[in-house]
């Protein structure tokens, strides 16, 4: 049994989808950590029955960063998976948690990194469009890759279709990546 800690900030589809995954396998999805404290996805966290906790950078980000390495080495999980994550993660907890943090990118990065990637995407005219799954350092959506998945872009007609279907294709594989890596004790933390 391994331990997975999901940090989220905005409405937690992708924790939602992690959590009921993980449920259906032997480890155990620890506790949703956010910086939002009305954050949908705490709503979600509450009705699937995982405990969350809130980090308030409002006090100051060095506060918050200081409290969360501490929130991440008490809990000590086998793996992180940042899902909307809307901070950086500062070096301390990167070195800490090395190649056990994990991160979901709606765009075929190194393209479109960053805010807005659906969007820009879109914008671009770019011929396909997709998600990437890879691990988190020190910059911002620069770590190594885990995984991508696409498809062309006149399989959709609009924006909003884009954005299903990314969001389709975040729901699907994100979760299993992330129970395949807890499966795997070479992959997590506690085997490093
Ligand atoms: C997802 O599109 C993810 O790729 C990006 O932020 C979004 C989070 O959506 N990093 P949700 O909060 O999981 O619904």
Redesign the pocket.
């Known amino acids: 049994m391994a331990e997975l800690v999901v940090l989220?900030?905005?409405?937690?589809?992708?924790?939602e989808a992690i959590a009921r995954r993980v449920r259906t396998t032997h480890h155990r999805l620890t506790a949703l950590i956010t910086n939002t404290p009305d954050a949908y996805?705490i709503r979600r966290a509450e009705s699937i029955g995982v405990p969350w906790i809130v980090v308030d950078y409002a006090s100051g980000r060095s506060a918050a960063e200081a409290q969360l390495l501490d929130l991440l080495t008490t809990l000590d999980p086998d793996l992180i998976a940042?899902?909307?994550?809307m901070k950086v993660l500062p070096p301390p907890i990167v070195d800490a948690f090395a190649s056990a943090i994990y991160?979901?990118?709606?765009s075929l990065l190194p393209d479109f990194a960053g805010l807005n990637a659906?969007e820009r995407s879109w914008n671009s005219g770019a011929s396909r469009l997709g998600?990437t799954i890879h691990y988190v350092d020190a910059g911002i959506d620069t770590g190594t890759v885990i995984e991508q998945h696409s498809f062309a872009r006149e399989e959709v007609s609009s924006l909003e279709e884009a954005e299903a279907r990314?969001?389709a294709l975040?729901h699907s594989h994100y979760p299993r990546v992330l129970c395949e890596a807890l499966d795997r004790p070479g992959d997590r933390r506690s085997a490093m």
Do not use: K
């Open positions: 989220a900030s905005g409405s937690g589809s992708n924790f996805a940042l899902a909307g994550f991160n979901i990118h709606p659906i998600i990314i969001h975040e």
